[in-house]
């Protein structure tokens, strides 16, 4: 069996009774930046939460590496949400110490890097940083561990688009060959350059899951109108 994969087959979760993702089949080879497309409430950011084991209670199997289990699952991945949590009475460098403490793979010296790239002072509080701010540190928290797959949750939300140009580069630059990159984002030809593959999520499931480069070759289209598509109800993926 490949070890290098990260997998979700027949998942489906409920919540509150709600029927949220349903059936759902996804595979990846490690070692992409994928963007997870969909519209409001499509269940981008419930994926995330059940791959990165946040949420339980779902039918199905998730994989990544060699494992199911929902504690080596939040060894192996890194969510951006993880962030919701957190005491924002505390300072930025004081939460990215208890970040340290929560997770061996915290590395404080990447941290570091990403907080002066991005701009932050790490001795502001949580509560005094803008949204863009905010953003950026639960990136710079997310990206600091060292671990297989990382979830971004809109990670440019409230970004200016120059400093989104600027973050988007750095992420080419950091990403290790082996690591995925898992980004949902609404402004889709803002991140479609740094994008390996797509998958998009509709009516609950996987509609479409494609290698960008192949996919504007062999369809003419860019990324962001085959992705529209789908909500037009024009595509079919085969
Ligand atoms: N606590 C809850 N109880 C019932 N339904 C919920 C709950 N939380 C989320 N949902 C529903 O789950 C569905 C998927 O939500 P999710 O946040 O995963 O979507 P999303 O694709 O990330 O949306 P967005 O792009 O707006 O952030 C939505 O229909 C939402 O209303």
Same mark, same amino acid.
């Given at each position: 069996m490949t070890t290098n994969k990260i997998s979700a087959e027949h998942l489906t979760y409920?919540?509150?009774? !709600?029927?949220? $993702?349903?059936? /759902?089949? /996804? &595979?990846?080879?490690? %070692?992409?930046?994928? %963007?997870? /497309?969909?519209?409001?409430?499509?269940?981008?950011? @419930? /994926?995330?939460? $059940? $791959?990165?084991?946040v949420a339980t209670n779902f039918t199905g199997t998730i994989q990544i590496g060699a494992s199911e289990s929902i504690v080596d699952?939040?060894? $192996?991945?890194?969510?951006?949400?993880s962030l919701? %949590?957190?005491?924002? &009475?505390? @300072?930025? !460098?004081?939460i990215a110490t208890d970040y340290a403490i929560m997770y061996l793979d915290f590395s404080e010296?990447?941290?570091e890097n990403f907080t002066n790239k991005y701009e932050l002072d790490c001795h502001q509080k949580l509560s005094a940083l803008s949204?863009? &701010?905010?953003?950026?540190?639960? @990136?710079?928290?997310?990206?600091s561990r060292q671990t297989q797959l990382y979830l971004l949750d809109e990670p440019f939300e409230g970004i200016d688009s120059m400093t989104r140009k600027r973050l988007i580069s750095n992420m080419i630059a950091w990403k290790?060959?082996?690591? @995925?990159?898992?980004?949902?984002?609404?402004?889709?030809?803002?991140?479609?350059?740094?994008?390996?593959?797509?998958v998009v999520l509709k009516d609950k499931h996987v509609v479409a899951h494609r290698n960008t480069e192949q996919l504007r070759e062999e369809t003419g289209m860019s990324v962001e109108a085959?992705?529209?598509?789908?909500?037009?109800?024009?595509?079919?993926?085969?």
């Open positions: 409920k919540r509150n009774r !709600h029927l949220i $993702l349903d059936d /759902l089949n /996804l &595979n990846v080879q490690q %070692g992409h930046f994928i %963007g997870l /497309l969909g519209a409001n409430g499509a269940g981008k950011t @419930t /994926l995330m939460r $059940l $791959l990165n084991g699952r939040k060894q $192996l991945s890194s969510f951006s949400e919701k %949590g957190v005491n924002a &009475n505390r @300072t930025l !460098h004081q010296k990447a941290f949204k863009g &701010n905010r953003k950026k540190f639960a @990136t710079a928290l997310t990206l290790p060959a082996a690591a @995925t990159v898992m980004i949902s984002d609404h402004h889709v030809n803002d991140v479609v350059n740094i994008l390996d593959e797509i085959y992705y529209e598509s789908f909500y037009e109800g024009s595509a079919t993926d085969d």
